[in-house]
C-alpha cells in the first residue's frame, strides 16, 4: 500500500470522506483480514489505484458523507455511524452503516427534510420524511451475501476466477432451482414482518445494493424477464417483490429446439404478497434507483412523495413500477397482472416440447 497515493486520490476524487479518514484508519482498513470478503470500504481505497476501476460506489459514498456532515440534524447521528463504518472486526456492521449514510445522503442530496429517528427498545425506522404536512418513514437494509455462497468462497482458494452467486448457487439437489430464484428469495425475505413501521404510516423498504457483495447486480436484474443471445434469463429481484407460488421465471429457456424442456416456477412469495405494510421499496444500485410501490398497500404513496422521488439523482424512471401520476387507478396492480400473464404466456413458448 502506498498511503500517499491513496491520501492524494482520497483528496481529490473523495475529499469529503477524506476527511472522515486518518492515515491510521487508512492503513488500519487495508491490512484488515480478507476472509470470504473485505472491508466494505477497500475496494472503494483500492479503485482510487486503478484508473479502470467503478468508481460508482466511491463517488456516492463521498457524496452521502457530505450530505449528512452539512445537516444539522445528522451531526450525532453521523457522530455514531462513522466509527461503524471503520469497525474492522465486524463487516456486517461496517458495511450497514455505510448503507445507512448513502441512503440519507441520497435522500439529502434531493432536498428531502429527513430526520434521524431515535432508537428505542422497540423496533424503529432508521429515518423520517417531513413532506408538506405529513410524514413518511424509512428502513433501510444493506443486502449482503447469501451464507451458502460465503462458505463455498471461505472454503476456495483465494484464485480471482471463482464464480460468484450473492443469493446462493442453485442446489443440486432441489428440484428446478435458479440463481433467479434463490437471488429473488434473499430480496423477499428482507424485514419480511415490517415490525418496524408505524401503525398507518407511509414506509420505504430503503434496499442499498452497493456493498462489495452485490457488485455484480444491475437494473437488469429488476426485470421480470431479459433475454439475450435468444436465451431467456429472469434475474429474481422483481420476483422477489411481485412474484407469487407459481409465476414463471426464466434460466437460459428458449424458443429454439431443446434436449430438455423445463418450465421454472417461483416456489416462495413475494415480499409485497406477504403483507401490506411496506408502501413501496427503493433499490439503490450503483449507477440507478428504482422505486418498486406495493400494489395494495395499507398506506398508499402520497403524490407529493413519489413527485420527489423523482429528484432523486440516481433515479431510473424507466425502471420504476408506480401508480403515476394518478392515485385512483391501481396500474401497478394491472401491470403485475398483466405481466405474470405474459411470463405465463412465454413460459409455454420458451422450452421446446418434444
Not at 28 to 57: F, G, K
Not at 187 to 201: C, D, E, L, N, Y
Not at 293 to 311: F, I, Q
Request: proline share 6%.
Amino acid at each position: 500500500m502506498d498511503l500517499t497515493i491513496i491520501r492524494q486520490g482520497l483528496i481529490e476524487r473523495a475529499p469529503d470522506l477524506s476527511r472522515h479518514l486518518s492515515d491510521s484508519d487508512i492503513t488500519t482498513i487495508w491490512q484488515s483480514p480478507r476472509t470470504y470478503r473485505e472491508h466494505p470500504l477497500m475496494p472503494i481505497l483500492r479503485c482510487l489505484q486503478n484508473a479502470h476501476s467503478d468508481t460508482y460506489v466511491l463517488h456516492n459514498t463521498n457524496m452521502a458523507f457530505k450530505q449528512v456532515s452539512l445537516n444539522a440534524h445528522f451531526t450525532d447521528w453521523s457522530g455514531s455511524r462513522i466509527p461503524t463504518c471503520l469497525q474492522a472486526d465486524d463487516y456486517s456492521c461496517a458495511a450497514s452503516a455505510l448503507g445507512e449514510i448513502r441512503a440519507a445522503g441520497e435522500l439529502l442530496q434531493a432536498a428531502f427534510d429527513i430526520r434521524p429517528v431515535p432508537e428505542s427498545d422497540k423496533p424503529t425506522c432508521d429515518f423520517k420524511i417531513l413532506l408538506n404536512g405529513f410524514e413518511a418513514y424509512v428502513e433501510v437494509a444493506t443486502k449482503q451475501m447469501a451464507g451458502e455462497t460465503v462458505n463455498y468462497l471461505q472454503g476456495t482458494s483465494t484464485s480471482h476466477e471463482r464464480s460468484i452467486c450473492p443469493g446462493g448457487a442453485p442446489d443440486p439437489n432441489k428440484k428446478d432451482e435458479t440463481i433467479g430464484e434463490n437471488a429473488g428469495h434473499k430480496f423477499a425475505s428482507i424485514k419480511p414482518t415490517a415490525k418496524q413501521v408505524p401503525t398507518g404510516s407511509v414506509a420505504l423498504l430503503w434496499i442499498d445494493i452497493q456493498d462489495e457483495d452485490w457488485w455484480p447486480a444491475e437494473k437488469a436484474h429488476a426485470r421480470p424477464v431479459v433475454s439475450h443471445n435468444g436465451d431467456f434469463y429472469s434475474g429474481g429481484i422483481w420476483h422477489g417483490f411481485y412474484g407469487q407460488r407459481g409465476t414463471p421465471l426464466f434460466e437460459s429457456q428458449s424458443t429454439e429446439e431443446r434436449a430438455e424442456a423445463k418450465i421454472y416456477l417461483q416456489s416462495y412469495p413475494g415480499l409485497f404478497t406477504q403483507h401490506r405494510r411496506w408502501s413501496a421499496a427503493v433499490l439503490s444500485f450503483r449507477d440507478v434507483t428504482i422505486l418498486f410501490e406495493h400494489p395494495s398497500p395499507e398506506c398508499p404513496m402520497p403524490r407529493e412523495l413519489t413527485k420527489k422521488l423523482l429528484g432523486l439523482q440516481k433515479a431510473d424512471y424507466s425502471e420504476w413500477w408506480v401508480n403515476w401520476p394518478s392515485m385512483r387507478a391501481n396500474k401497478v396492480l394491472q401491470r403485475v397482472d398483466e405481466t405474470v400473464s405474459e411470463l405465463q404466456a412465454l413460459a409455454c413458448e420458451a422450452c421446446y416440447k418434444w
